[in-house]
């Protein structure tokens, strides 16, 4: 089943009884994402949402009234929008769109939201992926989006060096953009519109908790 076997590995689940129950390296993922958000937690966006687990796990929340994630991807959506019909986390919604299309909407869908994610897809906003080749100007707009939806919390957990970036196509199709691609530049872009605090790492990556200025 896709939600159980398929890319990435760590964000696979199984649906027992209506419920989703994350395995192994999504448990140990979600533990600590988990403990940055908000005591009572109100609304929640995931912006690259992929098999939608954080969205079904905010929207069962009883204090969450809005629980959205978006994507590029079809297939994903399609897929998340089929869970939700089998199981009971009904107040889950996700939206074919991207970060920029949601901004100029953001009051189509209730305003600005309490808490976000930006997990493990920061180099495809940046630099764009195969499964689309839309991307970002620069850190300052991916950014400035991000502050435009979310006037709570951002939780930031990607790659943030280039050498760790997956997409090499579009990496190696956007060298000036490759040279500002750095975990300084990165931090520097998001300080402009966030309090950042660092809580370790998930893997080999930064979590950072951005609050909203």
Known sequence: MYAENSYPSNHTFKVNKGLLVPKRKLAKRHYKIHKLYPQ?????????S??????????????CTRALGIDV????I?????IKQCTDYQRATF??????????????FGGPFQTALLINSYQYF?????????SY???DEIFQLLHRV????????NRVNLEDCQNIDQVLDSPDKAQHYSRIEIFTAASKYFNISEHGKIGKYPLWALDAK
């Open 73 to 76: 991807n079809d297939y994903d």
């Open 150 to 157: 979310c006037t709570g919390r951002v939780i930031f957990n």
């Open 78 to 82: 399609d897929f998340c929008n089929a």
């Open 137 to 139: 100007a620069n850190h």
């Open 50 to 63: 992929s098999k939608g687990f954080f969205v079904f796990d905010a929207a069962k929340e009883s204090t």
């Open 95 to 108: 939206e074919k769109m991207t970060l920029r299309e949601l901004a100029e909407r953001i009051d189509d």
């Open 40 to 48: 009572q937690l109100t609304s929640f966006l995931d912006v690259s």
């Open 126 to 134: 940046y630099f764009g992926s195969v499964v689309s080749r839309d």
